[in-house]
């Protein structure tokens, strides 16, 4: 899917990963991929991606996901009691909650995110939300790349904004067309470029 949306004032930040749960949901487990700076749109540029985050959690940490391989140290969101790294970046949540991982030091406009995410439940209610964000603000707005698992185990996609205001969708959600069920792994890429307006691309598929 892709969404053109208009973008706001500067932003600094990157959270890796979240997660709310909308049934009884009570463990997820999270693996992201690079994160890479998209080159700019100009004719001048280098059609090379640096990275700007990297991490293959081979460590073990309680208590927050600790510093990543490239990028920083995260910032827990949520309870950091909740989080862990054992071989994979672990966030538990309770029914209704959210959880999620912030890396501060990392600042840029552009980028390409993804990262595989495991859920160890099935869905219920209104499903489990995953999302990727970009271009967080100091005062907490931001893009978010949005993937819905169903009870029906379909995988959903949304893109949307958080603001002053509070969150608001960017166009429909998007059935991927592809099934999951606890414990298998599905893949969430996105990308963030432009800004005035600014375009947000997103795909989803499984592992494998």
């Known amino acids: 899917m892709s969404r053109t949306v208009r973008a706001g004032r500067p932003f600094a930040g990157i959270i890796i990963a979240g997660a709310l749960a909308g049934g009884s949901f009570t463990g997820m487990l999270a693996v992201p991929g690079p994160v890479a700076a998209l080159p700019s749109s100009s004719p001048e540029a280098t059609a090379t991606a640096a990275t700007i985050v990297s991490d293959t959690f081979s460590r073990s940490v309680s208590g927050g996901w600790g510093r990543a391989d490239v990028g920083g140290t995260y910032t827990p969101?949520?309870?950091v009691s909740k989080q862990a790294v054992d071989g994979a970046g672990r966030l538990t949540l309770t029914r209704g909650?959210?959880?999620?991982?912030?890396?501060?030091?990392v600042g840029v406009q552009d980028v390409s995110l993804r990262f595989r995410v495991r859920t160890d439940r099935a869905p219920t209610g209104n499903g489990q939300f995953v999302y990727g964000v970009a271009r967080r603000s100091k005062a907490g707005s931001e893009y978010r790349a949005k993937l819905r698992l169903t009870p029906q185990g379909e995988v959903r996609l949304r893109a949307s904004r958080v603001g002053?205001?509070?969150e608001v969708d960017l166009g429909p959600e998007v059935a991927t067309g592809i099934s999951h069920r606890a414990g298998t792994d599905i893949w969430l890429h996105a990308e963030f470029s432009g800004k005035d307006p600014t375009t947000i691309r997103i795909r989803a598929w499984p592992s494998g």
Do not use: C, M, N, S
């Open 77 to 79: 969101v949520g309870d």
């Open 97 to 105: 909650g959210a959880q999620g991982a912030l890396l501060p030091e």
């Open 164 to 166: 002053a205001t509070g």
